[in-house]
């Protein structure tokens, strides 16, 4: 199941490292197995100082679908969230060095939320991002509802995390949740050479300016938490099991 997320250290990219989905025939969605191997690649590049980036990259068409459902459904039979999921989430806020992300297409659920917990994110013009939370009975996860309000203003925080309005590539520029936007056969020459700036950068004084820009990261683990706790009682409801059977007949 790991070569569904590959683990890259490009030659003429030193110092970044390469997290990129491949699953296109289930649309990147992503399984408990390659959250694992996702959280173990950002705690390698904490602990390697040869690392000085990593960048987060889907396929052609496709960043992420999301999770997987019937995995995540699976997993979620205790009544929480996957614990695979909390992991990466605590490694995406805890990671001490840059992380840039690449996307091309779909950004669905958390394909889209962890792009905030990004320093930066480049995309295509056909990007679409989305947060189908609302939809599914669900709560917005990874602090969210704490970051997107803060980045792009309460409405378009609402319009995307509850109301799930679809946000397009430029319209995401726009709200302060994507950097740049490119031709899609540009965004990962794009989205790495972003990241090969930042590794040629004096590294203490990056991590230092990076920490002050981002703030206290324990408000933001809180705030995950507390989506958690509502996120794991709104999967036991009869309104949640009725919309993921609706979902699931599709």
Do not use: W
């Not at 979620?76 to 490694?91: N, T």
């Not at 939370?133 to 990874?142: H, I, K, S, T």
């Not at 309000?149 to 430029?170: H, K, T, V, Y």
């Amino acid at each position: 199941m790991t070569n569904h997320i590959l683990v890259e250290r490009p030659e003429d990219h030193p110092g970044v490292q390469i997290i990129r989905f491949n699953r296109p025939d289930k649309k990147n969605a992503i399984t408990r197995a390659m959250y694992t191997v996702m959280t173990e690649a950002l705690a390698s590049a904490d602990g390697n100082p040869d690392i000085r980036a990593t960048v987060l990259l889907g396929g052609e068409g496709c960043f992420s679908a999301g999770n997987d459902l019937g995995d995540f459904l699976a997993a979620s039979m205790g009544g929480g969230m996957p614990r695979e999921i909390v992991d990466l989430l605590y490694a995406l806020v805890r990671a001490e060095k840059p992380v840039v992300s690449g996307v091309d297409g779909l950004a669905i659920g958390i394909g889209t939320t962890m792009h905030l917990h990004c320093d930066l994110t480049v995309c295509s013009a056909r990007s679409q991002f989305r947060t189908p939370f609302v939809d599914l009975a669900l709560v917005p996860e990874a602090a969210s509802s704490l970051l997107a309000p803060r980045i792009m203003g309460a409405q378009r925080a609402f319009a995307m995390l509850a109301a799930g309005e679809p946000f397009s590539g430029e319209e995401a520029r726009e709200a302060g949740l994507v950097f740049r936007v490119v031709e899609p056969h540009r965004v990962e020459a794009e989205t790495l050479g972003l990241a090969s700036k930042l590794a040629a950068k004096p590294p203490e004084a990056l991590r230092i300016s990076r920490d002050l820009i981002r703030g206290d990261r324990e408000q933001i683990i809180a705030r995950m938490d507390e989506e958690a706790r509502h996120f794991a009682s709104r999967l036991q409801s009869a309104e949640a099991r009725a919309a993921f059977e609706a979902f699931m007949r599709r």
